[in-house]
């Protein structure tokens, strides 16, 4: 029950957000979504993504964008009338529309044959997880499996990762300063 | 009894997501926001103690820590114009 009502929110969330000409009000319901969708991991019991989600989608992204908000223009761009109705911008308009169908009916067969939700027998938990719920206590000593196997078992995965965003925190702050004034 | 309060609460989040979508202000949004990011952390909580692992209080008070951080950076942009 409160599942769906938490996944109606997300869905109204979206939708609004791509509707608002506002772009700093768009990501501001951005970070309610983030916020929402962090309660919806909780919910699922993937506590480190809920977590994630709530630091990075709510937390740094919507700073980056008011960020790049504060540097670019805060509305979005109003097409005239006659601009609209051109036959190229009605084109377009078409075709994204028919590659988003497109994309999202693929996804949707995508997940058709996949296995129940939660399902006991399905490939991801017969393979792989087994072996590390055993072993993972013996193997590292760490009592959480997900920590275990970010830290340990993937530890240089996770080095070139922080690596990464290391970088690219740096170059953000490079492209964000103030500039001296000559 | 858990689960009836956390449906409760989720109502108050659409009661109060209706403030973020209609406005008119953004003002009126950011607060809607905070309310919101407030009221995830309370069925956060709700979740936990339905779970039964009342550790998940950690986890609320770190969310309500970042739940902020946006407020923060909006009211600088609208303040100053820019954000260094």
Known sequence: MIDILLLLIIVACAIFALFMKDL????IILGVYSFIMATIFTRLNAVDVAFTEASV????????MIA???????????YTKGQRKKPSALFSKIMSLVLVIVTG???????LDMPEFGDPEAPTNQHVSPRYIEETHHDTGINNMVTAVLASYRGYDTLGETTVIFTAGTA????LRRKKKV | MFDIASIV???AIMLTLYRAIKGPTVYDRVL??????????????????????????????VYTLINFIATIAFLKYREMGRLD
Do not use: C, M, Q, W
Not at chain 1, 24 to 27: C, I
Not at chain 1, 68 to 78: G, N
């Open chain 1, 24 to 27: 700093l009000s768009a990501t």
């Open chain 1, 57 to 64: 989608g709510a937390g740094i992204t919507s700073v980056l």
């Open chain 1, 68 to 78: 790049a908000l504060s540097r670019t223009k805060r509305y979005e761009y109003h």
């Open chain 1, 105 to 111: 009916a693929v996804l949707v067969y995508g997940t």
């Open chain 1, 172 to 175: 953000v702050i490079l492209l």
């Open chain 2, 9 to 11: 609460v989720t109502f």
């Open chain 2, 32 to 61: 809607a926001a905070n309310a919101i990011g407030t009221k995830a952390v309370v069925i956060l909580v709700l979740i936990g103690f339905a779970y039964g692992r009342p550790h998940f209080l950690d986890l609320a008070v």
